[in-house]
């Protein structure tokens, strides 16, 4: 197994920010109908667009859960601005390991429910 692989398999079994938030600014849920995968984040924005905290709750896959962990990391103390700017593509190629197009919702569920919640 590859450095990445065990790097995305840590994330799967030891994931950061993992848990509801008790106070949080934005929510959001995404759901993959293709294979059941399903994130809520939460997160916690001051006024003025800074990410003060993030939190995550789902099940699924390694792929979209270390995903999520992965991107909580990147997101803590990062603001809209950057986070509107971070594409999906981006989020491909933070995890460095090959994503079939068959996999591709599952490593972007949790971005796309970041940005669903703050309506990027």
Not at 20 to 45: F, M, W
């Amino acid at each position: 197994m590859d450095l990445y692989s065990d790097i995305i398999l840590d994330h799967y079994k030891h994931p950061h920010h993992r848990g509801e938030l008790k106070k949080y600014s934005h929510r959001a849920v995404e759901y993959n109908p293709l294979c059941g995968d399903t994130i809520q984040v939460d997160l916690l924005v001051d006024r003025k667009g800074g990410l003060k905290d993030v939190g995550f709750v789902g099940s699924g896959c390694a792929i979209s859960q270390a995903a999520m962990s992965l991107l909580s990391d990147w997101l803590k103390q990062k603001n809209t601005g950057d986070i509107r700017t971070f594409s999906f593509d981006d989020m491909v190629k933070m995890l460095h390991v090959p994503i079939s197009p068959s996999r591709a919702k599952c490593a972007t569920l949790g971005l796309a429910a970041v940005k669903k919640a703050l309506k990027l």
